[in-house]
């Protein structure tokens, strides 16, 4: 369906995109991820034909966007990073002019398509406001709701939910997933969590360069081969540890220090293949030291992300628990609260 | 491009600006018709002669805001991303400010029904004016436009419209200053002014039209050209 071949693009001496290539199939979810300035927009200015690519090609259903581009943006919404909206228009009147101006074709008549479409992305109580004096996630929506127009099978939305309140994000996302079953879906976006709860499959791009082109699980399994796991054994640290160590098929064993009132943490990470936890069972209740927590120490896409992006190759020895030492909350909250500290990269 | 000529031309009477533009236009026409009617003559032509400094200062109104606009507002995303060309986009926003500055000059045509309601019509006369006005603004346009697509600020695009305008109307001042007699008969071929007076005075010259034609076809090719290079840097 995007077939994107070699693009590069130069700034004067800058390269913010350089050869990048994937193609994304029709019906898939593509999300999109890299720090800011990364080249996210840029590609995606590219693939819509409001920036030319250096060098390179990008072909939308057969159409090269360069040389056929009336064809090719017709099969396009785009949703810019700034929603282009003329603020002097009431919605009615701006998506009016948007259906004129994209030429849509579709069976209905032009007055229920556009109903639709407010239905859909739930802004037909606003219609004949201004935009100018709508909020910032009414203004997102309208942008949404102009990327729809004329149901174009390919999506490019680019950081969709900047500026949404949290049960707005959920409804964005939920929107977003709906329309991938008739529509392809590239979706730029910096916030990791939002990539794991939409897509398909996540292409990471840092300083311009393609770092990674899979599925989120692939992602994280090529990442993490070893079966590591974060535990809390009630029980004093130094032979607990070296209890810890005398298992023959451990391979590293880590303290982390105090969590609570004689519970400690412990990294432990086994051979390849081999399930530790059973093991580590028995010889903890051989000795009365109770197991408080043990979880799978997994990459999250945070970590894969800072590994792409920043090259870090120590993330082996920084599981998630390490972060913040201090904190005690569950990893899923965790997960959660990380959002925000993770777009600063 | 039939989309964009309707919502520019729309965005005029949304905002004050296309009600002050032919306010002003309105003001000085009934003042320069006035005086026809008050020295007795049925000459309609110095109502147009007169027109040529009230264009010099209304039409960057028209075309302060056409392309800048859409660069601050990043409305310009919507436009380039539509199935429509960079030609579509430049002619129908000259088309709309064209056609307010034709609703504008329609004033005339009332004028002139007005002055042959007391006199004998010289109907050759005021078509040849008309067709001199229309030709004159189409070519201002094209230039404010072209200096609006050069900025994101309205302020700038207005005040270079009008330091446009003023350099079009010295246009003549600096071929009788020039040093060289072959520099100042260039500038005299690119006196609008001069171009403009034969349609006043009655006087239907082909290359006067292809003239003011051309500027109209180069600046909108300019302003393509500008939308076209923020592609490519």
Same mark, same amino acid.
């Given at each position: 369906?995007?077939?994107?071949? !070699?693009?590069?693009?130069?700034?004067?001496?800058?390269?913010?995109?350089?050869?990048?290539? $994937?193609?994304?199939?029709?019906?898939?979810?593509?999300?999109?991820?890299?720090?800011?300035?990364?080249?996210?927009?840029?590609?995606?200015?590219?693939?819509?034909?409001?920036?030319?690519?250096?060098?390179?090609?990008?072909?939308?259903?057969?159409?090269?966007?360069?040389?056929?581009?009336?064809?090719?943006?017709?099969?396009?919404?785009?949703?810019?990073?700034?929603?282009? @909206?003329? &603020?002097?228009?009431?919605?009615?009147?701006?998506?009016?002019?948007?259906?004129?101006?994209?030429? &849509?074709?579709?069976?209905?008549?032009?007055?229920?398509? =556009?109903?639709?479409?407010?239905?859909?992305?739930?802004?037909?109580?606003?219609?004949?406001?201004?935009?100018?004096?709508?909020?910032?996630?009414?203004?997102?929506?309208?942008?949404?709701?102009? +990327?729809?127009?004329?149901?174009?099978?390919?999506?490019?939305?680019?950081?969709?939910?900047?500026?949404?309140?949290? /049960?707005?994000?959920?409804?964005?996302?939920?929107? =977003?997933?709906?329309?991938?079953?008739?529509?392809?879906?590239?979706?730029?976006?910096?916030?990791?969590? %939002? =990539?794991?709860?939409?897509?398909?499959?996540?292409?990471?791009?840092? *300083?311009?360069?393609?770092?990674?082109?899979?599925?989120?699980?692939?992602?994280?399994?090529?990442?993490?081969?070893? &079966?590591?796991?974060?535990?809390?054994?009630?029980? #004093?640290?130094? %032979?607990?540890?070296?209890?810890?160590?005398?298992?023959?098929?451990?391979?590293?064993?880590?303290?982390?220090?105090?969590?609570?009132?004689?519970?400690?943490?412990?990294?432990?990470?086994?051979?390849?293949?081999?399930?530790?936890?059973? %093991?580590?069972?028995?010889?903890?209740?051989?000795?009365?030291?109770?197991?408080?927590?043990?979880?799978?120490?997994?990459?999250?896409?945070?970590?894969?992300?800072?590994? @792409?992006?920043?090259?870090?190759?120590?993330?082996?020895?920084? #599981?998630? +628990?390490?972060?913040?030492?201090?904190?005690?909350?569950?990893?899923?909250?965790?997960?959660?609260? *990380?959002?925000?500290?993770?777009?600063?990269? | 491009?039939?989309?964009?000529?309707?919502?520019?031309?729309?965005?005029?009477?949304?905002?004050?600006?296309?009600?002050?533009?032919?306010?002003?236009?309105?003001?000085?026409?009934?003042?320069?018709?006035?005086?026809?009617?008050?020295?007795?003559?049925?000459?309609?032509?110095?109502?147009?002669?007169?027109?040529?400094?009230? @264009?010099?200062?209304?039409?960057?109104? @028209?075309?302060?805001?056409?392309?800048?606009?859409?660069?601050?507002?990043?409305?310009?995303?919507?436009?380039?991303?539509?199935?429509?060309?960079?030609?579509?986009?430049?002619?129908?926003?000259?088309?709309?400010?064209?056609?307010?500055?034709? =609703?504008?000059?329609?004033?005339?045509?009332?004028?002139?029904?007005?002055?042959?309601?007391?006199?004998?019509?010289?109907? !050759?006369?005021?078509?040849? !004016?008309?067709?001199?006005?229309?030709?004159?603004?189409?070519?201002?346009?094209?230039?404010?436009?072209?200096?609006?697509?050069?900025?994101?600020? *309205?302020?700038?695009?207005?005040?270079?419209?009008?330091?446009?305008? $003023?350099?079009? $109307?010295?246009?003549?001042?600096?071929?009788?200053?020039?040093?060289?007699?072959?520099?100042?008969?260039?500038?005299?071929?690119?006196?609008?002014?001069?171009?403009?007076?034969?349609?006043?005075?009655?006087?239907?010259?082909?290359?006067?039209?292809?003239?003011?034609?051309?500027?109209? &076809?180069?600046?909108?090719?300019?302003?393509?050209?500008?939308?076209?290079? /923020?592609?490519?840097?």
């Amino acid at each position: 369906m995007i077939e994107i071949k !070699n693009l590069t693009k130069r700034y004067g001496n800058k390269l913010a995109v350089d050869d990048v290539s $994937f193609t994304v199939n029709k019906g898939e979810i593509l999300g999109f991820l890299g720090p800011n300035g990364a080249g996210k927009s840029t590609t995606m200015n590219i693939l819509t034909g409001y920036l030319s690519a250096t060098e390179g090609q990008a072909i939308i259903d057969g159409f090269d966007i360069l040389e056929n581009p009336t064809e090719a943006k017709k099969k396009i919404g785009y949703l810019p990073e700034q929603p282009p @909206l003329y &603020v002097d228009m009431t919605v009615d009147e701006y998506l009016d002019f948007m259906y004129d101006l994209k030429k &849509v074709r579709v069976g209905a008549s032009k007055k229920t398509h =556009i109903s639709e479409i407010c239905e859909l992305v739930k802004i037909s109580h606003v219609r004949k406001r201004m935009i100018r004096n709508l909020s910032k996630g009414y203004k997102q929506r309208v942008g949404i709701a102009q +990327a729809l127009l004329g149901n174009p099978e390919v999506l490019i939305l680019d950081e969709p939910t900047v500026g949404l309140d949290p /049960k707005q994000i959920i409804e964005i996302r939920t929107l =977003i997933k709906s329309l991938s079953e008739s529509h392809t879906v590239i979706l730029s976006s910096h916030i990791l969590p %939002e =990539i794991q709860a939409v897509c398909d499959r996540v292409i990471v791009i840092s *300083q311009g360069r393609l770092v990674a082109d899979d599925t989120e699980t692939n992602l994280s399994n090529k990442l993490s081969d070893d &079966v590591r796991y974060t535990i809390r054994i009630d029980g #004093p640290e130094k %032979e607990v540890l070296s209890m810890l160590r005398s298992i023959p098929a451990m391979t590293e064993v880590q303290a982390l220090g105090k969590r609570e009132k004689g519970v400690y943490e412990y990294i432990i990470e086994a051979e390849k293949g081999f399930d530790i936890r059973r %093991e580590v069972f028995k010889r903890l209740s051989s000795r009365n030291w109770p197991i408080m927590s043990l979880k799978s120490s997994e990459l999250t896409l945070e970590d894969i992300f800072l590994q @792409l992006t920043e090259g870090r190759t120590d993330i082996n020895m920084m #599981p998630a +628990a390490e972060k913040e030492p201090e904190e005690k909350a569950e990893p899923a909250a965790e997960a959660e609260e *990380q959002e925000d500290g993770g777009d600063e990269e | 491009m039939s989309a964009i000529l309707r919502r520019e031309f729309a965005t005029y009477f949304r905002a004050p600006l296309g009600y002050i533009y032919l306010a002003i236009f309105y003001f000085f026409g009934g003042q320069f018709f006035s005086a026809v009617l008050y020295s007795m003559t049925n000459s309609i032509g110095t109502v147009f002669s007169s027109m040529f400094t009230v @264009l010099m200062f209304t039409i960057p109104l @028209l075309t302060m805001r056409l392309m800048s606009e859409d660069k601050r507002l990043k409305t310009d995303q919507a436009l380039l991303t539509a199935p429509v060309s960079l030609n579509g986009i430049v002619w129908g926003k000259f088309l709309a400010a064209f056609a307010l500055f034709g =609703i504008g000059i329609a004033i005339t045509i009332l004028y002139f029904l007005i002055l042959s309601s007391m006199a004998t019509p010289q109907w !050759n006369i005021f078509l040849g !004016n008309l067709l001199g006005i229309i030709l004159l603004g189409g070519s201002l346009i094209s230039i404010g436009m072209f200096i609006s697509s050069l900025t994101e600020s *309205q302020m700038i695009a207005a005040i270079g419209g009008f330091a446009a305008m $003023f350099f079009v $109307f010295m246009i003549d001042s600096i071929a009788s200053i020039m040093p060289v007699a072959w520099l100042g008969a260039i500038f005299e071929q690119l006196s609008f002014l001069t171009r403009y007076n034969d349609f006043t005075s009655g006087i239907l010259d082909f290359s006067n039209i292809l003239f003011f034609l051309s500027v109209v &076809v180069v600046f909108n090719f300019l302003t393509v050209r500008i939308l076209e290079r /923020k592609r490519w840097s």
